[in-house]
Structures are given as C-alpha cells and as structure tokens.
C-alpha cells in the first residue's frame, strides 16, 4: 500500500464550479500536509500546507486534513481554465523529505 | 529573489551512459532535496543534502548519488542509465532554519532525462 493515495483523475469541470479533490494516508507519524500545484512543464509550486488536523481557507482554495480518517481534501471554489494543473498531495515523512500522492490532473473549461 | 534552477533542462542519452544533474537553490536556502518523477510512479524522493551532508534517503539504487557544495548548489549523479531512469528530475530548496517547524520546499522546473 503506497503511503499516499490519490485518485490521477482525470477531472474536468465547467468554468464556476467547485472542485474536490482527495487523497489518503496511510502513516500519521508527522503532521503537515501540502497541496502543490504544476502546471504542465514546469516545477511544483506550494497551494497550501496545513498543521495536523482541521481547515485552512486561502482565497478560493480550502485544505481539509482528517485524522481520524486519514483524509486530506482541497476545495476549489468558482474554478478558473487557469486552475487547470496537475494538483499533487503530499505529507512530511520525515524531516525534508516528503511523500506524495500520484497526482490528479484537472481541467476546468471555459 | 531567483528561484531554484536546473541544469540542463533536458538531456537525451543512452543505456549505459552516466549523467550528471546540477541544481542551485534559493539564495540563503541550505538544504537541497531531489526527486524523481515518473508518469507511473509519481513524485519520488531521491534524497536531501544539508551543510555538504546527505541527510536522508531514499529507496533508490547506488547508481543514484549526489553531492553539495559549500555555496548549496547541488549535483545528482546517475551511473549505469537504465531506460526506466527516463524522468523528470526535480531539485527542491528550503531555508530549513532550526527551530522552525515548518520548512517550505520550492521546487526547480526539472531537468527532463531520457534514456534511449
């Protein structure tokens, strides 16, 4: 069993609506959890990261970590054709080093 | 601030041929983690070098190895390339100030590897 699990999607929305994404893990040794987005081409770059349990709000982005279920979500709100990306999941592991889900690839048309 | 870059940006070789990867990270960023990115197997950790000292380590092959230097840059060797090697190879750099909890990754755009 991988340490994270992300479903690779593909996904794709309308213009205006609201994206979920998910991942699982299976390991809570450490605490934070990321969101990175990548945009085809180029490099990783940090959404958001949360501490441990509960939600972090970030304009129209929402990062959900639950413990008790191992769950970690992110919520799009009003989607954008310029939130199409590649939206990968990750968790410290140990240190620096972190682990992260496959990716799920989502477009959002206009 | 310059981000953390990579050279080259792509590079075509052959089995058997060995490569070498450089990365510099953002200035006054100490630690330098690297990683492999497949289609199949995602983001996987190679590993991270702190103050010239690999830190930590991933579930890679010998053939794969690295080093820092006094200035942070960092370079990725892989010996012996197999077809599989074919990847994305990202650098990521983080200030790592101890006493912080949380230290941010940035990540480089990726030296693109194919192995004929």
């Known amino acids: 069993q991988k340490e994270v699990e992300q479903d690779p999607g593909p996904l794709s929305v309308p213009e205006g609506a609201i994206v979920s994404l998910n991942c699982t893990y299976s390991?809570?040794?450490?605490?934070?959890f990321m969101w990175y987005r990548q945009y085809s081409r180029k490099g990783p770059e940090l959404l958001m990261y949360?501490?441990?349990?509960g939600n972090k709000e970030d304009g129209r982005f929402t990062a959900q970590v639950d413990k008790s279920s191992k769950y970690i979500s992110l919520f799009i709100r009003d989607s954008q054709p310029s939130d199409s990306a590649t939206y990968l999941c990750a968790k410290e592991t140990s240190g620096s080093r972190l682990t992260f889900g496959e990716g799920t690839q989502l477009t959002v048309n206009p | 601030k310059a981000g953390v870059t990579q050279t080259p940006r792509y590079l075509i070789k052959t089995r058997g041929q060995q490569v070498t990867l450089s990365c510099s990270p953002i200035s006054g960023h100490r630690s330098v983690s690297w990683y492999q990115q497949t289609p199949g197997q995602g983001l996987q950790f190679l590993f991270e070098y702190f103050s010239e000292t690999q830190r930590n380590k991933g579930n890679f092959p010998g053939r794969f190895s690295g080093r820092q230097f006094s200035n942070s840059r960092s370079e990725m060797n892989v010996s012996t390339l197999e077809l599989g090697d074919s990847a994305l190879y990202l650098c990521?750099?983080?200030?790592?100030?101890?006493?912080?909890?949380?230290?941010?990754?940035?990540f480089g755009p990726g030296t693109r590897l194919t192995v004929l």
């Open positions: 390991n809570s040794a450490f605490q934070y």
């Open positions: 990521a750099s983080s200030l790592d100030t101890s006493g912080q909890s949380y230290n941010e990754q940035f």
């Open positions: 949360t501490y441990s349990s």
